[in-house]
C-alpha cells in the first residue's frame, strides 16, 4: 500500500468497527517487541456484540410480526397473523417505526475519548518505558516497527492524535521514516535540492551525511527516530522538523521547474511541500512542549 502525506482517512460506518481491534493487534505487537519489562500495553476493548434480542426485535416490527406496529394494525383489520413477504411490500406506504429496543441493534464506531486515552497511554508506555533502560536490540526492533507490521498499523493507534502531542508526534516520526523507505532515490534528490537552495542551519540540524544520497537519507531516517528511544526526545523531534523544512524547500523548487510544462503536476507538488512545512511546524511545536514539560 503506497504511503500517502497526510493523516489517515476517517473510515465508513460499516469500517469503523474494526479500528479497535486493529488498535488492539498494535498494543500487543508493540508489547511483543519491548518484551515483559514494559509489561502489558493499554487494551482497547473489542466493541460488543449486538443482542440477539433486539436484533430478532427490529425483523418482527419490520416484516408486521409479533408486537410490532404492523402487526398491531393487521390484527385491527382482522385479526390475522403476521404478512407474507408479499403482503409487506405491497402494503408499505409509510417508513417503519423503530421501538427503542431496535436502535440497540445498531452498532456505532468506537469511543474518540476511548480512542485518544489509548494513543496517549501506550504512547507514554512506550516512551518511558524504553527509555528507562534502553535495550539495543529492543531500540533497533522498534525503530523498524513498522518495516514488519506496516505503517497502517501505528496509523490506527496514533494518527487520529492532536498535531502537537506525544502519539501525533510519534506518528509523524514513523510516518517520514516510511516515506523516505518507500522512495530513497527521489527524497534524497528533493532533500539535496533543498539544502542548496536553504540559508539556514536545518541542514545541520538535521545531521544528514554528505553528499546526500538514497543509503545516506534512509540512515538519517533510522538515526532520528532512534534518538526518540536512546537520545533526547526534543532534539529528535527538531532534526525531523528540520529535514522537513528541507523538503519542503526541495518541493517548491521542483514545483516552480514543473510549473512550465506541467501546471497540474507543479500544483501537486506545491501542495506537498505545504504538507511537509505543516509538518515542521508541528514537530517544532511538540519539540518546545517537550522542554516544557507539557507535552502529552
Given amino acids: 500500500m503506497s504511503v500517502r ?19 488492539v493487534r498494535c498494543c500487543a505487537d508493540l ?11 493499554p487494551r482497547v476493548s473489542d466493541p460488543p456484540a449486538p443482542p440477539a434480542r433486539a436484533a430478532a426485535s427490529t425483523i418482527e416490527e419490520r416484516t408486521g410480526g409479533g408486537k410490532g406496529v ?3 394494525r393487521d390484527r385491527e383489520r ?13 402494503d408499505f406506504r ?13 452498532q456505532g464506531g468506537d469511543d474518540p475519548a476511548q ?3 489509548v494513543a496517549h497511554e501506550t504512547a507514554n508506555a512506550l516512551i518511558n518505558r524504553v527509555r528507562e533502560a534502553p535495550d539495543e536490540q529492543i531500540v533497533q526492533r522498534l525503530v523498524a516497527f513498522t518495516d514488519e507490521h506496516g505503517i497502517d498499523a501505528i496509523a490506527e493507534l496514533w494518527s487520529r492524535s492532536a498535531p502537537r502531542s506525544l502519539p501525533g508526534s510519534l506518528w509523524r516520526l514513523y510516518l517520514l521514516r516510511a516515506l523516505i523507505r518507500q522512495d530513497p532515490e527521489q527524497t534524497s534528490f528533493t532533500f539535496t535540492r533543498g539544502t542548496d537552495l536553504l540559508r539556514t542551519i536545518d541542514p545541520v540540524v538535521a545531521g544528514a551525511e554528505t553528499p546526500t544520497g538514497p543509503k545516506e537519507v534512509t540512515d538519517l531516517a533510522d538515526r532520528i527516530l532512534r534518538g526518540v528511544f536512546t537520545g533526547d526526545f526534543a532534539v529528535a523531534l527538531d532534526r525531523a522538523a528540520a529535514f522537513c523544512r528541507i523538503m519542503a524547500q526541495g ?6 521547474d514543473a510549473e512550465v510544462l506541467d501546471p497540474q503536476r507543479g500544483s501537486e507538488l506545491t501542495t506537498r511541500a505545504a504538507r511537509f512545512e505543516e509538518y515542521a511546524g508541528d514537530l517544532a ?5 517537550w522542554r516544557g514539560g507539557s507535552l502529552e
Avoid: H, M, N, Q
Fill in 5 to 23: 502525506f497526510a493523516r489517515a482517512r476517517g473510515t465508513s460506518a460499516a469500517g469503523r468497527s474494526s479500528v479497535g481491534r486493529r488498535a
Fill in 31 to 41: 508489547t511483543v517487541v519491548v518484551g515483559s519489562r514494559a509489561g502489558r500495553a
Fill in 70 to 72: 404492523r402487526g398491531e
Fill in 78 to 90: 382482522g385479526g390475522r397473523g403476521g404478512p407474507s413477504l408479499g403482503r409487506v411490500t405491497d
Fill in 94 to 106: 409509510k417508513p417503519v417505526l423503530f421501538g427503542s429496543s431496535a436502535f440497540e441493534s445498531f
Fill in 115 to 117: 480512542i485518544s486515552r
Fill in 251 to 256: 518541493w517548491a523548487s521542483l514545483a516552480d
Fill in 285 to 289: 511545536g511538540s519539540a518546545r512542549l
